[in-house]
C-alpha cells in the first residue's frame, strides 16, 4: 500500500491550501481516512479524520476552517483548510485504515508565514 500525498506549500495567514492524498495498492474496504500534522517540536496530532461512512471529525484547532472529504472509488482524502495560522504549520501526514492496519503518508509540509 502506498499512500501519496500532495497540496502542501508556503501561504500567507488568512490563505487556503488543498491537500489531497492517493491511496495505492492492495487496498481493500478502507475504514477510516485521516490527516494528522506534526509541528516542530511538538508530537503528531489528528486533524481531521472521515469514516467509511462520511462521519467527520476534526480537532479543535481546525474545526470550521477546515474540511475534509473522500472519494471512495479513487482512493483519495483530501482536506481544504481555510483561513491559515501561523500556528497551523507542520508537516501534514495522511494516514488511512483497513483490515485492522493503518498506512502512512510520507507527509507534506505546510508553512504559514507572512
Known amino acids: 500500500v502506498q499512500l501519496q500525498a500532495s497540496g502542501g506549500g508556503s501561504v500567507q495567514p488568512g490563505g487556503s491550501l488543498r491537500l489531497s492524498c492517493a491511496a495505492s495498492?492492495?487496498?481493500?474496504?478502507?475504514?477510516?481516512m485521516g490527516w494528522y500534522r506534526q509541528a516542530p517540536g511538538k508530537q503528531r496530532e489528528l486533524a481531521a479524520v472521515?469514516?467509511?461512512?462520511?462521519?467527520?471529525s476534526y480537532a479543535d484547532s481546525v474545526k470550521g476552517r477546515s474540511t475534509i472529504s473522500r472519494d471512495n472509488p479513487k482512493n483519495t482524502v483530501s482536506l481544504q483548510m481555510n483561513s491559515l495560522k501561523p500556528e497551523d504549520t507542520a508537516v501534514y501526514y495522511c494516514?488511512?485504515?483497513?483490515?485492522?492496519?493503518?498506512?502512512w503518508g510520507q507527509g507534506t509540509l505546510v508553512t504559514v508565514s507572512s
Open positions: 494516514k488511512i485504515s483497513f483490515l485492522n492496519s493503518n498506512y
Open positions: 495498492g492492495n487496498i481493500f474496504s478502507i475504514n477510516s
Open positions: 472521515i469514516t467509511s461512512g462520511g462521519f467527520t
